[in-house]
């Protein structure tokens, strides 16, 4: 039984579709990320799981139960957001205990759950605090300990770490993970960082207007990104295309654009090309190897460096191999400087191509 | 089902909400339309339904007295709009340059507004008093040739109620448009100076068009208290000399309570409700305007 | 030769050492301060002299012989015609008004504003601009009909129904005051209060009246002031036994009958704004917080 299944789900506002038959099922424990840019409906999604906004169209099951009418509150689920939402006149333990107050449960069952709450979550000194008094970390804390003492099933995440400055994010980021593996519950988690995305993740889920692109593990999105879209939001910097035409060339492939030529075997693709296909030459930044090493590889082009980029651990040339932009990893101990002109290579595996139209990615 | 789930879900907001709309559609719709029915019949001292279009407006419209009031408001109105912007501005501009004592200066400039028109009418037609009043006590200081018993003349009683009222809601125009001054990017100080343009050049060109809002805020609020002026003059002048500073609200209110004129009457306070919509049009528009580019 | 200096010296906007300009600007804001504070100097010395002094002309000077028996007569014994009771009674009538209004209406405002902000449904946003256009509609255009329906009612010219109509007069600033604040706290905290399982007037209860400390405050003063300065709805509404302070001094200062009190009538005015001034002396900078968002909003 999945936890969650989410069945032909709409949502639209007047003419406005922001969820458009959506399907998804999340296993038993599992941390599923929904990945996304702004207006994407992927918080749309999390909400509607939640039952804070109703769906137009669909069905919501929770753990074999068709909750798609029910309150939020009978669902099972805890939801921390984005501004945590801590209410700002009660205290830690009157946050974590509201629920279970409106609940009627008793006050020794309710002392009792916030008690072991604030152990997993290390509040014990704190709950007698206001959240103004609290520090980023805390607030995050008490906002779980909110959903964990109503001993839910699934947590939902709605941009959690958003809000934080960098050095913050990267800390709670591991405090969520860790409390993942602790507590073992269902987990969705809304964000636009792929960052997050990759480093939570048992699935992402990458959507789109209303849509779901790709659902499927971090690795398998980063290295088999179904479409262009995919391909382009998952990596930094991004995945570079350049413009090529597909030729039959004896027993192989070959993609052929302006100061570029990949020469492919015939069963790297799918459905058989059309000779003179118009397809995008796909390669992240990461994958070229510059200079001489680059002979002899699949892909061979010339780079012309505009500007060289110095991150502290890696280095990154901005040029162009003709008209198109590129952006390309320098290996350490390189010499290279703006203006030269470099050879570069891609292994034939680490090649994709994508319809040039549709976006589709042909290389299977 | 789904209809039923979120009706009741909806159903205390309803339930809450219900005084409100009995308000609002009850007593508040009801008793405009009321209103606007009576002013097409030929009521008298009580109404009834021989309608007869808009005769009671056509004979409203040359009433001499009514003519003199619509007049008046429009002076007063006038006056009393340009008199508190001019005012509003210049005390929101000096003080919002870094004075000390700036919360005792604002709360000087403001504390009339916290005050009824009555209490405003009552001290100022004291002040006007042409034998005792500001007249005799500039006599004695020297200064001659300034009559401020304005209130004892048909003609110049309108103006006292102006410098009353802008001594009342001066205050307000300074606060609202201070709030604009408080928002105007500090960067633009430091801009202009760079530019070489002088502080008189840059407020006159950059700031105050930035005040647009509060400064339209503000036309609209005091152009409609101005339709509405009534317990000031009753207060300080109650309409006179004779017929001296007579109002639209004041005329109506007497057509009402004295003269048992309820068609006349009707007809007045409907044209009085034009004149605030049409005030109240550019600000509703604006508002939604705004609302629609978002 | 344009004569540019080679150091620049500061200057513009916000100098800090004096210099001419300086002294223009506190000149020019404390005259004005001499202009608003004027007519209030003149009533307290008024209210302090006997007639003997005040006859003399000069509304400026400081009393001779101080007195304080204006005060006295204002408040037992003033005279609206032929009847002298004073303004204590009216005093209190605007006491017995205001109160319940006020009560009644900021509580209806905070419900309605919180029914309006968070949950949403169809006619919601009809109602609000109805409620919007009609803070603005001059009183006049209700007079007449509801002079019919509260006399129908047996409300006319008794406690409860001026008290009933303050309150309905007031609704629509007091709604639209909650909505913009309401309107302005997150959208989550509301959504936390429903995964948390509260309904309708729990959230309201436990989570958004707690947060409305200061609105509540803010629309406690408008409110307070306003309705005390009512004038209209007193003068039409209220009747012969509940007149407020508005109605009796605006009487007491325009009396036709005997040579006027001027010094009873300061002293009267003076006891009618009583309330809303130390409420606005007192209160600071919340008047001035209440005034902005009363009248940006629109």
């Not at chain 1, 939020?72 to 974590?96: C, H, T, W």
């Not at chain 1, 792929?194 to 849509?211: F, K, S």
């Amino acid at each position: 039984m999945n936890a969650i299944e989410v069945r032909g789900a709409e949502v639209s506002y007047g003419a406005h579709r922001v969820l458009s038959a959506l399907d998804l099922d999340v296993g038993q424990g599992e941390f599923l990320v929904l990945l996304g840019a702004s207006g994407c409906g992927k918080s749309t999604l999390l909400n509607a799981i939640a039952g804070l906004i109703d769906l137009s169209d669909g069905e919501i099951w929770i753990d074999g139960r068709n909750v798609t009418w029910e309150e939020p509150v009978d669902r099972k689920i805890g939801m921390v957001f984005q501004s945590y939402a801590l209410y700002p006149r009660m205290s830690v333990e009157q946050n974590m205990s509201f629920g279970l107050r409106m609940a009627r449960v008793e006050r020794a069952e309710i002392d009792r759950r916030v008690a072991r709450a604030a152990e997993i979550l290390r509040l014990g000194e704190l709950l007698k605090r206001r959240p103004a008094e609290l520090s980023g970390g805390q607030r995050q804390r008490v906002a779980i300990g909110r959903a964990l003492v109503r001993d839910v099933s699934v947590f939902l995440f709605d941009e959690p770490l958003s809000n934080l400055d960098a050095k913050l994010r990267t800390e709670l980021r591991v405090e969520i993970k860790k409390l993942h593996q602790d507590l073992g519950n269902t987990m969705i988690y809304v964000t636009h960082d792929q960052v997050e995305a990759m480093t939570l993740a048992d699935r992402i889920a990458v959507m789109r207007d209303g849509r779901i692109e790709q659902l499927a593990s971090p690795e398998e999105i980063y290295s088999r990104p179904v479409n262009r879209f995919v391909a382009g939001f998952v990596g930094s910097p991004g995945m570079n295309f350049l413009p090529a035409r597909l030729e039959r060339t004896g027993d192989g492939l070959t993609a052929k654009g302006e100061g570029v030529r990949a020469a492919l075997p015939a069963t790297a693709l799918g459905p058989a090309p059309r000779d003179g296909q118009p397809v995008k030459i796909g390669v992240r930044p990461e994958h070229f190897v510059l200079g001489a090493a680059a002979a002899g590889m699949a892909l061979a082009a010339t780079l012309e460096v505009d500007v060289i980029e110095n991150m502290g651990a890696d280095r990154y040339a901005w040029g162009h191999i003709g008209a198109c932009p590129v952006a390309a990893r320098v290996p350490l101990g390189l010499a290279l400087a703006a203006g030269e002109t470099v050879a570069v290579g891609v292994p034939g595996e680490l090649v994709a191509l994508f319809d040039a139209d549709s976006g589709v990615r042909l290389t299977s | 089902m789904p209809l039923l789930i979120r009706l009741r879900r909806i159903l205390p907001a309803l339930i809450a909400l219900s005084p409100t709309a009995v308000f609002v559609f009850g007593i508040f719709l009801g008793c405009l339309i009321w209103t606007c029915v009576i002013s097409f019949t030929s009521s008298k001292l009580l109404p009834n339904t021989d309608f007869v279009g808009f005769a009671q407006y056509a004979r409203l419209l040359t009433t001499e007295r009514w003519i003199v009031s619509v007049q008046h408001m429009a002076v007063y109105g006038v006056a009393y709009v340009v008199g508190c912007l001019v005012i509003g501005l210049l005390l929101a501009i000096f003080i919002d340059q870094k004075v000390r004592f700036e919360n005792t200066f604002r709360a000087i400039f403001l504390f009339p507004y916290a005050l009824s028109f009555i209490v405003t009418g009552a001290v100022w037609q004291w002040l006007f008093n042409p034998s005792m009043g500001l007249n005799t006590a500039l006599a004695g200081l020297g200064v001659a040739g300034l009559d401020l018993g304005l209130l004892a003349s048909p003609d110049t009683a309108v103006y006292g109620l102006v410098i009353a009222s802008i001594w009342q809601g001066a205050g307000l125009v300074m606060v609202i448009l201070l709030a604009g001054l408080r928002g105007v990017d500090p960067e633009i100080w430091k801009a202009t100076r760079v530019d070489g343009v002088s502080p008189a050049k840059t407020y006159l060109w950059i700031v105050v068009p930035e005040l647009a809002p509060g400064i339209l805020t503000s036309v609209v609020i005091l152009g409609i208290a101005a339709v509405k002026v009534y317990d000031l003059v009753v207060a300080m002048t109650q309409g006179g000399p004779g017929l001296g500073s007579e109002v639209p609200a004041k005329f109506v209110m007497s057509l009402l309570f004295e003269r048992a004129n309820v068609g006349l009457a009707t007809a007045g306070a409907t044209l009085m409700l034009l004149a605030v919509l049409c005030l109240l049009a550019p600000l509703l528009y604006l508002s939604y305007f705004r609302r629609g580019a978002r | 030769m344009s004569g540019a200096p080679s150091i620049i010296v500061p200057r513009g906007r916000r100098p800090q050492r004096l210099s001419m300009a300086r002294v223009g600007i506190y000149l020019f804001l404390l005259i004005s301060a001499a202009f608003f504070l004027l007519p209030l100097y003149v009533m307290v010395v008024t209210s302090l002299k006997d007639m003997g002094e005040i006859r003399l002309g000069n509304i400026f000077a400081l009393p001779q012989h101080l007195t304080a028996a204006p005060w006295v007569t204002a408040w037992g014994s003033a005279c609206q015609g032929l009847n002298c009771d004073g303004m204590a009674g009216a005093f209190w009538n605007s006491v017995k008004i205001t109160v319940p209004s006020v009560a009644l209406s900021v509580l209806l405002g905070a419900i309605n504003g919180y029914a309006l902000s968070f949950w949403r449904f169809r006619g919601a946003e009809f109602l609000f601009v109805v409620l919007l256009v009609g803070a603005f509609i001059p009183l006049q255009v209700f007079i007449y009909p509801l002079v019919r329906i509260t006399s129908a009612v047996g409300l006319f010219g008794t406690l409860p129904g001026v008290i009933l109509l303050h309150v309905c007069f007031s609704l629509p600033l007091m709604t639209l005051l909650f909505r913009n604040f309401y309107g302005a706290i997150p959208l989550e905290l509301f959504k936390a209060a429903r995964v948390d399982g509260a309904r309708f007037w729990s959230i309201f209860l436990y989570v958004m009246l707690p947060v409305s400390v200061p609105m509540i405050v803010v629309a406690l003063l408008i409110q307070i002031t306003g309705t005390w300065n009512d004038f209209i709805l007193g003068l039409v509404f209220a009747g012969n036994d509940n007149r407020p302070v508005t109605v009796l001094l605006n009487n007491v200062v325009n009396s036709q009958f005997g040579e006027k009190q001027y010094n009873v009538n300061m002293a009267a005015t003076i006891l009618s704004a009583l309330v809303p001034l130390v409420l606005y002396f007192v209160s600071g900078r919340w008047f001035v917080r209440g005034i902005t968002a009363g009248a940006l909003k629109g």
